[in-house]
Nanobody
Framework: QVLLAESGGNSVQAGGSLRLSCTQTGYPYPAYAIGWFRQAPGKEREGVAAIYSTGGSTYYADSVKGRFTVSQDSAKNTVYYLEMNSLNPEDTGIHYC??????????????????WGQGTQVSVSS
């Protein structure tokens, strides 16, 4: 059974920073993509960032480029991070990590992902 667990969500003021963590367990193959997504109230789920487990290629939504960094823990290669800086109220929402087996043609598209975590809440106040 593939399980994904997020942590690190919190309430911060605009301009602040947070680091989200995602731990993946149970996926039996070495190659997959980890995506970070967020969903604000009344809005569709949108892709924020993604990283491949092998090779380390990364992808970002235009709205977060230069502010967010996705990474893989160098020691625990099933742990992934989303470092979020210069947060603004538009970043508010439930943040999810998800796993796409193998290669994702569109790594920021939710439909590419098969396994999802429960999400962690990020709230940014102005």
């Amino acid at each position: 059974q593939v399980l994904l667990a997020e942590s690190g969500g919190n309430s911060v003021q605009a301009g602040g920073s947070l680091r989200l963590s995602c731990t993946q367990t149970g996926y039996p193959y070495p190659a997959y993509a980890i995506g970070w997504f967020r969903q604000a109230p009344g809005k569709e789920r949108e892709g924020v960032a993604a990283i491949y487990s092998t090779g380390g290629s990364t992808y970002y939504a235009d709205s977060v480029k230069g502010r967010f960094t996705v990474s893989q823990d160098s020691a625990k290669n099933t742990v992934y991070y989303l470092e979020m800086n210069s947060l603004n109220p538009e970043d508010t929402g439930i943040h999810y990590c998800a796993l796409a087996p193998g290669y994702a043609l569109l790594p920021l598209k939710p439909d590419e992902y098969k396994h999802w975590g429960q999400g962690t809440q990020v709230s940014v106040s102005s």
